[in-house]
């Protein structure tokens, strides 16, 4: 992270750009969420805004740096992304910018392969490598993770988080907020449950319950939340 030269110039600058985009959050997730977006060709210029006040007034991975949810309005009618691995945390920043006018945009890495009948939602990333096959509705805000295949005729809903590798057989629905772990494998038709955690390298059969952390092979829930139905 280096000290950006003439910030404020250069500031004047990008909001005299129509192509521009903000991604929220300049951490790991966030370096290959902006690879996903230059890989388009679609931005004149990308700029970060993080949380953590120390970082403002830097550069990070040669983009701009700034701090603070209070600058949000700044971009109000631009384009943003969330790039922050928690669902729950990217659920509240996606709304935050909502609520300040900026505008979600999809990003696909060019390396990915979507049919022409799936559907990606707004604020949604798509890495490198991902297949989306036919008939798969994919909500928004969510996070389709490197090399991650979602088989024809998948239900995903909002602020969901597929890990790299992940492979869902066809017909799977997978609930809001849920987080699908490093390799794991949903059968056909098999169901993911709101907020649900599904373990790296779990194989889910027909169910992974709403609130619950499931792993192994088969996968079963080990840890739910109070009230939770298994």
Do not use: Y
Request: include cysteine; charge should be negative.
């Amino acid at each position: 992270m280096l000290p950006c030269p003439n910030f404020s110039e250069l500031w004047i600058s990008m909001k005299a750009m129509t192509n521009l985009l903000l991604i929220w959050g300049a951490g790991g997730h966030g370096k290959v969420v902006l690879d996903t977006a230059r890989s388009t060709g679609r931005f004149e210029r990308i700029v970060f805004l993080d949380d953590d006040s120390v970082k403002a007034g830097h550069t990070f991975c040669d983009c701009p740096l700034i701090s603070g949810p209070e600058e949000l309005h700044r971009f109000a009618g631009g384009a943003f992304i969330v790039a922050i691995g928690d669902n729950r945390t990217r659920a509240r920043c996606f709304g935050s910018a909502l609520e300040n006018g900026l505008l979600p945009t999809a990003l696909v890495h060019t390396t990915a392969v979507i049919a022409s009948s799936a559907s990606i939602g707004r604020g949604t990333v798509v890495m490198p490598g991902v297949i989306v096959n036919a008939g798969a509705v994919i909500g928004e805000n969510c996070i389709i993770n490197t090399g991650a295949i979602v088989e024809h005729d998948c239900r995903i809903a909002n602020h969901v988080h597929i890990s790299p590798r992940v492979v869902l057989g066809g017909g799977v629905c997978v609930g809001p907020l849920a987080h699908i772990g490093i390799g794991a494998v949903v059968l056909p038709d098999a169901t993911v449950g709101e907020e649900s955690i599904v373990g790296a390298g779990a194989v889910v059969l027909r169910e992974a319950p709403a609130h619950c952390t499931s792993v192994g092979v088969p996968a079963k829930a080990l840890l739910c939340a109070a009230g939770s139905q298994i």
